[in-house]
């Protein structure tokens, strides 16, 4: 499934934002490192991620996890949508470091009346002066908010959990590597998490060391070989063949063309 590299736009130094969405335009079916949380406060809507769909409606919470393709599909005129996006790292810290609780949440969860009106109230705050510490705050104490919600009800496959957390640790993982860790048969893990994420097990893996890759070039400052190397590629051949096959240009007209910061901020109308 295509999807374009768009890392979740968080102004300011803070590490979360909440974004309220704007139904006259919507992203392009889009993948990033940031873990996402999608409230439905009001109206209808249909999501892609992978080769699957969901409908939702107000109420429902949904959680996309690093690297998960999706994309806003269609809409009713009411919709109301907060979307709240963390770094990895704070993600971990403010979850106390249980990033397979994380994984092991509901993938879409309903909300009772009560608890979608706290939870809508909390995500409409603004934040006055832009203080990066009380931004980080309050996105904080929602997203662990979330999380405590999702964990009440698991819906992946005990597998997918744990080969999603020992992937985002590690996403140069094999396979057979990944399938001896979790204590799984390798066909099974790659059965369960098809089905749970929506895309191929092997898929992920390499979006993740997409990920991996294009943030050691960008904020690390590494060779094209060495961010390869230690983002899990074989070899720059490899990573270069992937990296083409992915986003139909070269690492090196990606990032010094300007193909990369306008495929982050691509916007396309609703």
Same mark, same amino acid.
């Given at each position: 499934?295509?999807?374009?590299?768009? #890392?979740?736009p968080i102004?300011?130094?803070?590490r979360?934002?909440?974004?309220h969405?704007?139904?006259a335009?919507r992203? #392009?079916?889009?993948?990033?490192?940031?873990?996402?949380l999608?409230?439905?406060?009001?109206?209808?809507?249909?999501?892609?991620?992978?080769?699957?769909?969901?409908?939702?409606s107000?109420g429902?919470? %949904?959680?996309?996890?690093? !690297?998960q393709?999706h994309?806003l %599909?269609?809409a009713? #005129?009411?919709?109301d949508?907060?979307?709240?996006?963390?770094?990895?790292?704070?993600?971990?810290?403010?979850? !106390?470091?249980?990033?397979?609780?994380?994984?092991?949440?509901?993938?879409?969860?309903?909300?009772?009346?009560?608890?979608?009106?706290?939870l809508?109230?909390?995500?409409a705050?603004?934040?006055?002066?832009g203080? +990066?510490?009380?931004?980080?705050?309050h996105?904080?104490?929602?997203?662990c908010e979330?999380?405590?919600?999702r964990?009440?009800?698991?819906?992946?496959h005990?597998l997918?959990?744990?080969a999603?957390?020992?992937?985002?640790?590690?996403?140069?993982?094999?396979?057979?590597?990944? +399938?001896? %860790?979790?204590?799984?048969?390798?066909?099974?893990?790659s059965r369960?998490?098809?089905?749970?994420?929506?895309?191929?097990l092997?898929?992920?893996?390499?979006?993740?060391?997409?990920?991996?890759?294009?943030q050691?070039?960008?904020?690390g400052?590494?060779?094209? %070989?060495?961010?390869?190397?230690?983002?899990?590629?074989?070899?720059y051949?490899?990573?270069h063949?992937?990296?083409?096959?992915?986003?139909?240009?070269?690492?090196?007209i990606?990032?010094?063309?300007?193909?990369?910061?306008?495929?982050?901020?691509?916007?396309a109308?609703?």
């Amino acid at each position: 499934m295509e999807a374009l590299y768009q #890392p979740f736009p968080i102004p300011g130094t803070a590490r979360g934002h909440v974004w309220h969405h704007v139904p006259a335009t919507r992203r #392009p079916r889009h993948f990033h490192a940031e873990p996402e949380l999608n409230l439905i406060a009001a109206g209808r809507a249909v999501f892609g991620y992978g080769e699957a769909t969901v409908s939702v409606s107000a109420g429902d919470l %949904l959680w996309w996890p690093p !690297g998960q393709d999706h994309v806003l %599909l269609d809409a009713t #005129p009411d919709l109301d949508l907060y979307v709240i996006g963390v770094t990895a790292d704070f993600s971990e810290h403010v979850l !106390g470091g249980r990033v397979s609780g994380a994984s092991g949440g509901a993938t879409r969860l309903q909300l009772d009346h009560a608890t979608l009106t706290n939870l809508r109230t909390a995500c409409a705050v603004q934040i006055a002066g832009g203080d +990066a510490a009380a931004v980080e705050r309050h996105v904080g104490d929602i997203w662990c908010e979330a999380h405590e919600l999702r964990a009440r009800i698991p819906d992946h496959h005990p597998l997918t959990v744990r080969a999603l957390s020992s992937l985002l640790g590690r996403p140069d993982l094999k396979r057979g590597e990944l +399938a001896r %860790l979790i204590h799984g048969n390798e066909s099974e893990v790659s059965r369960n998490f098809h089905r749970d994420i929506g895309v191929t097990l092997v898929a992920y893996r390499t979006r993740l060391r997409l990920i991996r890759f294009i943030q050691m070039v960008e904020g690390g400052g590494r060779s094209f %070989l060495a961010a390869a190397i230690d983002a899990g590629f074989g070899s720059y051949s490899q990573c270069h063949r992937v990296f083409q096959q992915a986003f139909a240009c070269t690492p090196r007209i990606f990032f010094g063309k300007g193909v990369g910061e306008e495929m982050k901020g691509r916007f396309a109308p609703f």
